[in-house]
């Protein structure tokens, strides 16, 4: 059984940024990445990354601001967030599945973190 662990999460003001971590219990040979959750709204997609760190992919709302990478022992994964909006205010959701990165946006991921807070103000 993976078990995944966010840090990182916190208040910031616009336009800063926050760097999220996940820690897998072991190595697994998955792709990982974050979804998201704002108040009053479905979880969305973030960004995520192959398990060889060849390949990522992210959301509209991110491209050009959140990096997403991997560690070389591959049991970490971190998101860098930068010029942060007040959108970007959610629960951040850390996820490792086996799928193709052209899939993750459909959710339904094996594993999940219990999230980390993550609150921009204006």
């Known amino acids: 059984q993976v078990q995944l ?5 916190g208040l910031v003001q616009a336009e800063g940024s926050l760097r999220l971590s996940c820690v897998a219990s072991g190595r697994i040979f998955y792709g990982m990445g974050w979804f998201r959750q704002a108040p009053g709204k479905e979880r969305e997609f973030v960004a995520a990354i192959t398990w060889s760190g060849s ?3 992210y959301a ?3 491209k050009g ?6 560690d070389h022992a591959k049991t970490t994964v971190d998101l860098q967030m930068n010029n942060l909006k007040p959108e970007d205010t959610a629960v951040y959701y850390c996820a490792a599945d ?7 946006t459909l959710g339904g991921m094996d594993y ?3 999230g980390t807070l993550v609150t921009v103000s204006s």
């Not at 662990?5 to 999460?9: M, Q």
């Open 112 to 114: 999940w973190g219990k």
């Open 55 to 57: 390949s990522t992919r």
């Open 65 to 70: 601001r959140f990096t997403i990478s991997r």
């Open 98 to 104: 086996p799928s193709p990165l052209s899939s993750w």
């Open 5 to 9: 662990v966010e840090s990182g999460g």
């Open 60 to 62: 509209d709302s991110v």
